[in-house]
């Protein structure tokens, strides 16, 4: 069954993920009421033209993106309040979920429990973005009793956001899903990154990109991941378990003075090769591809506004800018993501105009 | 001391950051010479055009990019091949390979051990690139009686390699430092990549960012890598074993169920906050707060060179700059990161320009 995308949404909660989802729809024409218990966020949100202040009358869906503990709540007041209305959510954790909505009301069969794999460790309106759930998974969870229009419109809500909509997929299975493909690597990070809070600084001082990837995810909100992690525990104790057990074996052949521990050693990096090759990669889960072009910069403050003026004389329209400082050097290196297509002219308008242009770079975006 | 870079330098491994250097030094006109025990590898980093494949006459330095373990061996040849040379190496373990090149030869004080912190997952000279180092720390570790003039060249190398040199670091702390930095990251995200060896594929198919991120260094080499962590052993194992104990307090939270557990998950995930806070950003220091100035734009050419020529007349100095610009969002936010003390001029300024300025922020940088 499918449905146009829903006429009208009211999004609950302008993080991240709300904010996003809002100006996806808006982008896709859909009238976006938005709500959140803090007033200065859902301000911002608005004023990034993700929706309207004012309260809906009769939306089509209400869209939960709400941390995992607040969604029954939410859902049972949405529900109550919007009688004609499908009700969903976007919490990373759907069986306890779905079993707590269920409990509270017999208007659950509107309720469709949802989660959409994306997300970025910055969280709040400010980092949201269109495109967050470009070509992502959007995971679907229906019960057996769950009204069929309701799915349907939820549906068509994924596929206006430019989502791949995962129906049915078992809650529970879901669950265990997310424990080892994104509660783990969470805590992981965050345990990583703990490990530094009492590192003298010339330690630290020898951090490079290893570290900053692989730690990334640990500047996640403590009282989000916390709700999420400690709601799908079930799922993802096994997994801490195991590692344990695998770190524990790494840990017993450093240890060993035997010739044995490099071979074990070797297996270990070796079994994080052929899981690495597993995560899938480029299949239509990116956005589109950007070519990166390195401009190196003087660290002084006309030089950034120097760059953008030749950049806006280009015409080329700049998709995405980074910054880094490398340490110990007074350059910055400014990376301007454009449409390949846009790459030569960049690079011979910016080189015409003396700046460093380094050979740009193919990249995938979304990271 | 400073000297002119070397005129001729012999690369022994041409690996990634063999050829790297090898090109790098080509770049900086520094005369080059190639060697490897793998024919095919030097080959092709010779048709790359790393260097030479002819023996050197009498170069300046010896530069062995080999595994930790086989540099001993390798540098006693070196010296004693090259009476007038300094020799050099790139292992990043610095501790026990300075005392076993020491224990075979007196001309050792000809021998200053190194390691450039840059790498990247994929090894060979087919990844090296000429400014893998550039702006990166390569630490230097002269021992007492070390010849000054082996230092000043080998210095001067590292510098015409367009890194920064970290000289006179204590090899021991050297060792300590990448333990925590480099060593156990490496083993953390390998052994994450390894749960997912027998994942079925529908779980496999939500992985996202996060997971990439965490897991890309999984993809590095097993024999350089189990060399590595056996030869930093003594350094790596009190942080993995302090991990371990991490680990066992988050699952004993996640299998308590009283309601303590979510306040020691959140502490744990705030705790990997603080320390990500650290991990240096700008200039090797570590980063001072910054407070991030939210602008939007309206999504065109010209808007940008319109900001930065508007914070260039403020005077403002713009510490990061980030953009939230995707395609289909009918607004762009830039966030430019200052000093706090700066904050008011900026958005006075900015506001007085007419752009749309919202509250600003303070936040630790360094992500």
Redesign the interface.
Known sequence: MSVPAPACVLVVGTGLVGTSAA??L??AGVRVHLADVDP?AVA?AA???AGSLAPPDDPDVVLLAVPPSAVPDAAAAALDAYPGAAVSDVASVKGAVARAVAARTPAARRFVGGHP??????GGA???????FEG??W?LCPEPGTDPTALAVVTALVTACGAQP?VS?DPD??D???A???H??????????????D?P???????????????????????L???I??TN?DA??P??????G???R??A???SSDGS???S????????????????GKHGSL?APYTVVPVVLDD???Q??????????A?????????E???????G?VELAVRPGSADTLVAALSGDGFRV?PPEQRPS??
Chains 1, 2 share one sequence.
């Open positions: 100006l996806a808006r982008r200065a911002l004023d990034l033209g794999l994306a997300g970025r460790e910055r400010a980092s949201a973005r269109a495109d967050l992502r998974p995971v995962v997929m299975r879901h265990l899903a997310v080892l493909v994104s783990t690597p969470q805590v992981l990070a965050s345990l990583l990154a703990a490990r530094l809070v590192a600084p010339d330690l630290l001082a020898l951090s490079g990109q290893g570290l900053r990837d692989t730690t990334r995810i640990a500047a996640s909100d403590p009282g991941w916390s709700d992690l400690a525990a993802l104790l997994v801490l378990d195991a590692l344990a695998d770190l524990d790494v840990r052949a450093l240890a521990a490099q071979a050693l070797a297996a270990a990096v070796a079994a994080g090769n052929a899981g690495h090759a597993r995560i899938p956005p002084s403050p006309g950034l506004g120097r760059l953008f003026d030749a950049v806006g004389r015409g080329v329209n700049v998709e995405d800018v980074r910054m400082h490398a340490p110990g050097r007074p350059m290196l380094h979304g990271g």
